[in-house]
């Protein structure tokens, strides 16, 4: 008898970039089907949270990403039953390399308006995407002091 393994929610991270009325975001190849995401990945071990978002939004933009602060934690269960948790900031783009190559599965890389992000909605990854932006548009702003990273002993073992 196979034993069941322990649920886990997969932890992302995603940032919303705003210029001139329009979102950084890109279209991207999941599971055969072409998607428009924020940029946005799995936090990985032994990573900080704003250390995989500056990461991810160069893997997936060829942005330099500067973290100014969080707009939300979104707890989201797929059709599938894949469970995420979301941490989302919002900043600004430094340098851009558009030379470097992007992650797999990135097509391309855009700028949108809101409007056409939600004429878009049924291409979108998932409905994080536009809560996100919807959220930075309202002005949702909490420190980035408010994420804690610790270190040390586990005093269990």
Do not use: Q
Request: proline share 6%; net charge negative.
């Amino acid at each position: 008898m196979a034993v069941a393994s322990p649920w886990r929610p997969h932890v992302t991270v995603s940032a919303v970039v705003e210029r001139d009325g329009k979102f950084l975001v890109v279209e991207e190849l999941v599971e055969g089907r072409e998607v428009i995401n924020n940029p946005a990945g799995h936090l990985e071990e032994s990573e900080t949270l704003l250390d995989a978002v500056v990461r991810e939004v160069l893997e997936e933009t060829g942005f330099e990403f500067l973290p100014e602060s969080v707009t939300g934690l979104y707890l989201w269960t797929s059709i599938s039953g894949r469970t995420f948790l979301r941490i989302n900031f919002i900043g600004r783009c430094g340098a851009h390399d558009a030379y470097r190559p992007l992650d797999d599965g990135i097509l391309r890389v855009r700028w949108m308006s809101r409007e056409d992000l939600a004429a878009s909605s049924p291409r979108l990854r998932s409905p994080m995407v536009l809560r996100c932006i919807d959220d930075a548009l309202a002005g949702r702003r909490y420190p980035l002091e408010v994420l804690v990273h610790l270190e040390g002993d586990d005093p269990l073992g």
